[in-house]
């Protein structure tokens, strides 16, 4: 089984950047498109983007399109999620997983808290 350990979030005004990784465990990473997902207080996990196997398609949600950017880097198993402009409603816990759905167990996320 996969395992999936995200990083790089923290606390950051509006208006600023982010780097988020997501590393994982095992061969098979390169076999799947994955994705990012967040999770804001009393809400559900929502799509954020995606990428294909490769890496060369990319996928968005209309919230984040033109500010947030996904990539992969298949031999160090690792998804990236960079992100500018950040707002407020940026606000979650991001995970990664394969996409378009989950076909792993969630890791523990990492926290993004956007400040006015």
């Known amino acids: 089984q996969v395992q999936l350990v995200e990083s790089g979030g923290g606390l950051v005004q509006a208006g600023g950047s982010l780097r988020l990784s997501c590393a994982a465990s095992g061969r098979t990473f390169s076999n799947y498109a994955v994705g990012w997902y967040r999770q804001a207080p009393g809400k559900e996990r929502d799509f954020v983007a995606a990428i294909s196997r490769s890496g060369d398609r990319t996928y968005y949600a209309d919230s984040v399109k033109g500010r947030f950017t996904i990539s992969r880097d298949n031999a160090r198993n690792t998804v990236y999620l960079q992100m500018n402009s950040l707002k407020l409603e940026d606000t979650a816990v991001y995970y990664c997983?394969?996409?378009?759905?989950?076909?792993?167990?969630w890791g523990q996320g990492t926290q993004v808290t956007v400040s006015s």
């Open positions: 997983n394969t996409a378009p759905r989950s076909r792993w167990d």
